[in-house]
């Protein structure tokens, strides 16, 4: 447990911890968002979980224990070629609600912990895994997959990556399985049918419910027609007797009328009246029979209509009730549409949440460390959390990542790899007390934190922690290196054969190879980037290209012997960006093509592997190594940076590096130091003349394109012999930097230049400008040398306080060192000869860069102002004298004290070391460098004083 000083570990102090970074150094939306969630937590709405969060930092009493038979839950549990320790592993972390699972380089951590999570997912849990990186989630997950692909509903999203997948075996492995932007298609399609389906079926039901409705409407019908014959039938037959009477009535009246005859006499008018009664109720007897005549008819034709309906409707009930036979009856199909019509509506809304859907369907959920804390929801119900690369996670982002589990917590990882990478305890701007916080919260990794490891970095004996110490990625002489270096307490036993996986060549036929460039040395601007060990490097490959070992230049498909592409067989490592670029440049050039993976940081090698890996250590061209180098102890920056770096190789591995150089500037006592001591014990060591060829002027016009392309480096004495070789040889372009101009060496090559102009090539000088100079007279000679390259038609270019000393020619050769063509100061000591189009390119753009970054600095203007200028020692840099002691417009001078702040003479080249030795800071107003006065005494300042 940790030590019982330390506070308890709140959301909300971790969350102040994540502010004051963000607030000091980086306003990413991120870091906003994980230090809101962190100071919500205790809220309710809030997913994490304060129990299981305590957990990492060793706060609670969780419980450890074995799993009995973790056979029920780890398929073929009992034949898996796992080791004691890898069992004790898996064991533990099925039955515990904490595990720390150390795993160093090689011992199979990424198989544990995917066996951990298969058996948690049989256990009927849900399990979020989390990784510092796309690549580190990647690489687990595919082996989970391999793992649960057999599960049923795998192919539906049962494991997921949430993110983009960066690992391309993942992606063409798994990637339509777990992604889930491909899933969301899958299950959209499947949906689309279902609902295509369910819409049919619905549809169909619908239909029968309308025919039986139909039935029921043509039997109500011809119940009607068979009514309304038989009421037509009974009104046509009393139609019929109506008229029988009418007529028979009719008759008689005609009969007496026919009696009484004309009416005359006495009684005629009597007669007459009569006789007008009787024709009356004649002709009403015959409207009466004519009515009851046409009723009749009426009836009829109604009867016969009715007759001829029902003979239809009684087919069309027939065939209808034929279709309904089997069918169920209404009441059913109306609750069969009402189901399907639900079911359809669920399908719908599926639809329209498919990401909700996936979701859902989901098990066991891999993505980074940042995604997760920075999202709200990624599984519907978290069980474990398990976080892998534990190291490199920062403190805050653990804690809330272990809240997230509602039963159980495993930490894999390797404490003595890759740190997190963070800036607060680094930040100027800090008060003691931030910096303190946050080495103490954002710092540390979550086994420091827990009370696992000490401040040191020695392991602690804890129940909560299992350590892998066995490893089967390098060979035993790797290995060895990497213990000296990184596991002196814990070492590690080599599980593999010391057989070599590359075809067997004399370049590279050791296990560890030491190629030390000291005797080589050629000083550069600073301590990240080295063009001796470039050089080395690119002849390596070189080597291996020639052994059939990498693919050759821009190689056809089938053309490389035993790896394929580049990246399949090789790794080149360097501490510094600078280095990286300059090795990319150099190696994209060599191969014809630029691999992905190939050349880069340690920080992005985290994970990875390859049967040989050169480690580049960079430095040896400037003054000291660099931060890199600085750190020792186990649990230092430079211990975990070295140890990624070694333990990447599998069969070979090649450190390039100035020893003399390192041994001046390391503690003795350093992991630096003792990987240094053990390559010189235990390593082949070659020197860097042994793959890059030292020359002679004289040797050039004899030897073949092939030749001619490598580097190569040349005696002081054979340099400008060489040189003008070059000269004679350019088609298109000569550049000389060279910062001084002298009156012979100006007159010397002016002739050979001036010939070169005539014959087409363009010839371009940069050098400082006149009023750069430190005197009038001087200044006046430099513009005499400046008018007698432009007489021979060369063009003359400026560079404020220029250094550089530099000579590219058709932008393809590249001469290297203290060479200074156009003044007295000749080469000095080795220079080296690149034939690098991407070199040349480069050291134009970074002198051109370093153009644009300088401030504009006129001397002859202060001069005017101050009556002097700075001394200059001929080779660019500025002596301090008193001279060059000049006073502000307030008349402050460097070495008062003013309001605190001691005032310092920093010449511009070295305003960068001030700041990172003393904390210096810049007075705009005055134009001085200053440091605190209360922090820095004039002792520690004494460089910089006058």
Same mark, same amino acid.
């Given at each position: 447990?940790?030590?019982?000083?330390?506070?308890?570990?709140?959301?909300?102090?971790?969350?102040?911890?994540?502010?004051?970074?963000?607030?000091?150094?980086?306003?990413?939306?991120?870091?906003?968002?994980?230090?809101?969630?962190?100071?919500?937590?205790?809220?309710?709405?809030s997913?994490?979980?304060?129990?299981?969060?305590?957990?990492?930092?060793?706060?609670?009493?969780?419980?450890?224990?074995?799993?009995?038979?973790?056979?029920?839950?780890?398929?073929?549990?009992?034949?898996?070629?796992?080791?004691?320790?890898?069992?004790?592993?898996?064991?533990?972390?099925?039955?515990?609600?904490?595990?720390?699972?150390?795993?160093?380089?090689?011992?199979?951590?990424?198989?544990?912990?995917?066996?951990?999570?298969?058996?948690?997912?049989?256990?009927?849990?849900n399990?979020?895994?989390?990784?510092?990186?796309?690549?580190a989630?990647?690489?687990?997950?595919?082996?989970?997959?391999?793992l649960?692909?057999?599960?049923?509903?795998?192919?539906?999203?049962?494991?997921?990556?949430?993110?983009?997948?960066?690992?391309?075996?993942?992606?063409?492995?798994?990637?339509?399985?777990?992604?889930?932007?491909?899933?969301?298609?899958?299950?959209?399609?499947?949906?689309?049918?279902?609902?295509?389906?369910?819409?049919?079926?619905?549809?169909?039901?619908?239909?029968?419910?309308?025919?039986?409705?139909?039935?029921?409407?043509?039997?109500e019908?011809?119940?009607?027609?068979?009514?309304a014959?038989?009421q037509?039938?009974?009104?046509?037959?009393?139609?019929?007797?109506?008229?029988?009477?009418?007529?028979?009535?009719?008759?008689?009246?005609?009969?007496?009328?026919?009696q009484?005859?004309?009416?005359?006499?006495?009684?005629?008018?009597?007669?007459?009246?009569?006789?007008?009664?009787?024709?009356?109720?004649?002709?009403?007897?015959?409207?009466?029979?004519?009515?009851?005549?046409?009723?009749?008819?009426?009836?009829?034709?109604q009867?016969?209509?009715?007759?001829?309906?029902i003979?239809?409707?009684?087919?069309?009930?027939?065939?209808?009730c034929?279709?309904?036979?089997?069918?169920?009856?209404?009441?059913v199909?109306?609750?069969?549409?009402?189901?399907?019509?639900?079911?359809?509506?669920?399908?719908?809304?599926?639809?329209?949440?498919?990401?909700?859907?996936?979701?859902?369907?989901?098990?066991?959920?891999?993505?980074?460390?940042?995604k997760?804390?920075?999202?709200?929801?990624?599984?519907?119900?978290?069980?474990?959390?398990?976080?892998?690369?534990?190291?490199?996670?920062?403190l805050?982002?653990?804690?809330?990542a272990?809240?997230?589990?509602?039963?159980?917590?495993?930490?894999a990882?390797?404490?003595?790899?890759l740190?997190?990478?963070?800036?607060?305890?680094?930040?100027?701007?800090?008060?003691?007390?931030?910096?303190?916080?946050?080495?103490?919260?954002?710092?540390?990794?979550?086994?420091?934190?827990?009370?696992?490891?000490?401040?040191?970095?020695?392991?602690?004996?804890?129940? #909560?922690?299992?350590?892998? +110490?066995?490893?089967?990625?390098?060979?035993e002489?790797?290995?060895?290196?990497?213990?000296?270096?990184?596991?002196?307490?814990?070492?590690l036993?080599?599980?593999?054969?010391?057989?070599?996986?590359?075809?067997?060549?004399?370049?590279?036929?050791?296990?560890?190879?030491?190629?030390?460039?000291?005797?080589? #040395?050629?000083?550069?601007?600073?301590?990240?980037?080295?063009?001796?060990?470039?050089?080395?490097?690119?002849?390596?490959?070189?080597?291996?290209?020639?052994?059939?070992?990498?693919?050759?230049?821009?190689?056809?498909?089938?053309?490389?012997?035993?790896?394929?592409?580049?990246?399949?067989q090789?790794a080149?490592?360097?501490?510094?960006?600078?280095?990286?670029?300059?090795?990319?440049?150099?190696?994209?050039?060599?191969?014809?093509?630029?691999?992905?993976?190939?050349?880069?940081?340690?920080?992005?090698?985290?994970?990875?592997?390859?049967?040989?890996?050169? %480690?580049?250590?960079?430095?040896?061209?400037?003054?000291?190594?660099?931060? %890199?180098?600085?750190?020792?102890?186990?649990?230092?920056h430079?211990?975990?940076?070295?140890n990624?770096?070694?333990?990447?190789?599998?069969?070979?591995?090649i450190?390039?590096?100035?020893?003399?150089?390192?041994?001046?500037?390391?503690?003795?006592?350093?992991?630096?130091?003792?990987?240094?001591?053990?390559?010189?014990?235990?390593?082949?060591?070659?020197?860097?003349?042994?793959?890059?060829?030292?020359?002679?002027?004289?040797?050039?016009?004899?030897?073949s394109?092939?030749?001619?392309?490598?580097?190569?480096?040349?005696?002081?004495?054979?340099?400008?012999?060489?040189?003008?070789?070059?000269?004679?040889?350019?088609?298109?372009?000569?550049?000389?930097?060279?910062?001084f101009?002298?009156?012979n060496?100006?007159?010397?090559?002016?002739?050979?230049?001036?010939?070169?102009?005539?014959?087409?090539?363009?010839?371009?000088?940069?050098?400082?400008?006149?009023?750069?100079?430190?005197?009038?007279?001087?200044?006046?000679?430099?513009?005499?040398?400046?008018?007698?390259?432009?007489?021979?038609?060369?063009?003359? +270019?400026?560079r404020?306080r220029?250094?550089?000393?530099?000579?590219?020619?058709?932008?393809?050769?590249?001469?290297?060192?203290?060479?200074?063509?156009?003044?007295?100061?000749?080469?000095?000591?080795?220079?080296?000869?690149?034939?690098?189009?991407?070199?040349?390119?480069?050291?134009?753009?970074?002198?051109e860069?370093?153009?644009?970054?300088?401030?504009?600095?006129?001397?002859?203007?202060?001069?005017?102002?101050?009556?002097?200028?700075?001394?200059? +020692?001929?080779?660019?840099?500025?002596?301090?004298?008193?001279?060059?002691?000049?006073?502000?417009?307030?008349?402050?001078?460097?070495?008062?004290?003013v309001?605190?702040?001691?005032?310092?003479?920093?010449?511009f080249?070295?305003?960068?070391?001030?700041?990172?030795?003393?904390?210096?800071?810049?007075?705009?107003?005055?134009?001085?460098?200053?440091?605190?006065a209360?922090?820095?005494?004039?002792?520690?300042?004494?460089?910089?004083?006058?």
């Amino acid at each position: 447990m940790p030590d019982g000083n330390v506070r308890l570990v709140t959301g909300e102090n971790l969350g102040q911890t994540v502010r004051n970074a963000q607030i000091r150094k980086d306003d990413s939306a991120g870091l906003v968002v994980l230090a809101e969630r962190l100071e919500s937590v205790g809220e309710g709405d809030s997913p994490v979980h304060a129990e299981s969060a305590g957990w990492i930092v060793g706060q609670g009493n969780p419980l450890t224990a074995r799993d009995a038979d973790p056979g029920r839950w780890v398929a073929g549990w009992p034949s898996l070629k796992l080791n004691s320790r890898q069992r004790a592993a898996v064991e533990q972390a099925l039955a515990s609600q904490i595990l720390f699972l150390w795993g160093p380089p090689g011992t199979g951590k990424t198989d544990v912990v995917g066996h951990i999570v298969e058996g948690n997912f049989r256990q009927g849990l849900n399990v979020l895994f989390l990784a510092p990186t796309k690549v580190a989630v990647d690489q687990a997950l595919e082996r989970i997959c391999d793992l649960l692909a057999t599960q049923d509903g795998f192919a539906e999203g049962l494991v997921q990556r949430a993110g983009d997948i960066e690992a391309l075996s993942l992606s063409e492995r798994y990637g339509a399985y777990v992604d889930t932007t491909q899933i969301a298609a899958r299950v959209a399609a499947q949906l689309d049918e279902a609902l295509m389906r369910t819409t049919e079926a619905l549809g169909q039901a619908r239909a029968l419910i309308s025919l039986r409705d139909d039935v029921r409407v043509l039997e109500e019908r011809l119940a009607e027609a068979r009514t309304a014959r038989t009421q037509a039938a009974a009104s046509s037959g009393a139609a019929e007797k109506e008229a029988l009477r009418a007529e028979a009535e009719a008759a008689q009246l005609r009969l007496k009328i026919s009696q009484l005859g004309q009416p005359g006499g006495l009684f005629a008018k009597r007669k007459e009246a009569q006789l007008a009664a009787l024709r009356h109720g004649l002709a009403e007897a015959d409207a009466a029979a004519r009515d009851a005549a046409w009723r009749g008819g009426d009836a009829k034709r109604q009867a016969d209509r009715a007759a001829g309906e029902i003979g239809e409707l009684s087919g069309r009930v027939a065939a209808a009730c034929a279709g309904l036979t089997g069918v169920p009856s209404r009441a059913v199909l109306v609750d069969q549409a009402d189901a399907l019509q639900k079911q359809r509506d669920d399908l719908d809304r599926q639809r329209k949440r498919i990401q909700d859907t996936v979701r859902s369907k989901c098990r066991v959920m891999g993505a980074t460390v940042a995604k997760a804390v920075q999202s709200r929801k990624l599984l519907d119900r978290v069980d474990v959390v398990v976080i892998d690369e534990a190291g490199m996670v920062d403190l805050p982002s653990a804690w809330l990542a272990a809240g997230l589990a509602g039963k159980r917590v495993v930490v894999a990882g390797d404490f003595r790899q890759l740190p997190a990478v963070t800036k607060g305890d680094g930040d100027r701007k800090a008060t003691d007390e931030e910096r303190a916080h946050s080495r103490e919260w954002a710092a540390r990794d979550s086994f420091h934190a827990a009370g696992l490891v000490t401040a040191p970095g020695a392991v602690r004996q804890d129940p #909560r922690l299992v350590s892998l +110490d066995t490893q089967y990625r390098m060979r035993e002489p790797i290995c060895g290196l990497v213990n000296a270096v990184a596991y002196p307490d814990a070492p590690l036993a080599t599980g593999r054969d010391d057989r070599s996986r590359i075809p067997f060549n004399p370049l590279v036929d050791a296990p560890v190879i030491l190629v030390d460039t000291s005797k080589q #040395r050629i000083s550069g601007p600073d301590n990240k980037a080295n063009t001796v060990n470039e050089a080395v490097v690119h002849e390596l490959v070189r080597g291996l290209q020639y052994e059939g070992v990498l693919p050759g230049r821009k190689w056809a498909n089938g053309e490389a012997a035993a790896g394929g592409r580049a990246t399949d067989q090789l790794a080149v490592i360097a501490p510094y960006r600078a280095q990286v670029k300059a090795l990319q440049g150099s190696l994209k050039y060599r191969f014809g093509e630029e691999y992905e993976g190939l050349v880069d940081t340690i920080h992005r090698f985290q994970g990875s592997q390859r049967p040989i890996v050169v %480690f580049d250590t960079a430095v040896g061209a400037g003054k000291d190594p660099g931060f %890199f180098y600085k750190g020792s102890g186990l649990s230092s920056h430079t211990c975990r940076l070295l140890n990624v770096a070694l333990s990447r190789a599998q069969d070979h591995l090649i450190v390039v590096a100035d020893l003399e150089h390192l041994r001046g500037h390391l503690a003795p006592h350093s992991e630096a130091r003792v990987m240094l001591d053990h390559l010189e014990s235990h390593a082949q060591v070659m020197s860097a003349d042994q793959l890059v060829p030292t020359r002679e002027a004289a040797q050039l016009s004899a030897l073949s394109e092939e030749e001619l392309s490598r580097p190569a480096f040349f005696p002081a004495d054979e340099v400008y012999k060489a040189v003008e070789w070059d000269i004679e040889r350019a088609t298109t372009s000569i550049e000389v930097y060279c910062p001084f101009l002298d009156p012979n060496p100006v007159r010397k090559w002016s002739a050979l230049l001036g010939q070169r102009v005539h014959e087409g090539v363009r010839v371009v000088v940069y050098t400082r400008a006149a009023d750069e100079q430190r005197d009038g007279a001087a200044s006046e000679r430099h513009q005499q040398r400046i008018d007698q390259l432009r007489s021979v038609g060369c063009e003359v +270019d400026f560079r404020e306080r220029m250094h550089e000393k530099v000579l590219i020619l058709d932008s393809a050769v590249l001469w290297h060192g203290s060479l200074n063509l156009l003044a007295n100061s000749g080469p000095t000591d080795l220079m080296m000869r690149f034939t690098d189009p991407s070199s040349c390119e480069r050291v134009s753009r970074v002198i051109e860069r370093a153009r644009k970054e300088r401030s504009v600095w006129k001397p002859r203007a202060a001069a005017a102002d101050h009556g002097s200028v700075p001394a200059d +020692d001929g080779n660019g840099h500025v002596r301090r004298t008193a001279e060059s002691r000049m006073p502000t417009g307030d008349g402050i001078e460097p070495g008062a004290v003013v309001n605190g702040r001691l005032y310092l003479s920093v010449p511009f080249a070295e305003k960068d070391e001030a700041k990172k030795l003393l904390g210096a800071k810049w007075d705009k107003p005055r134009r001085l460098w200053y440091v605190d006065a209360a922090r820095v005494t004039r002792e520690q300042a004494r460089r910089w004083l006058p």
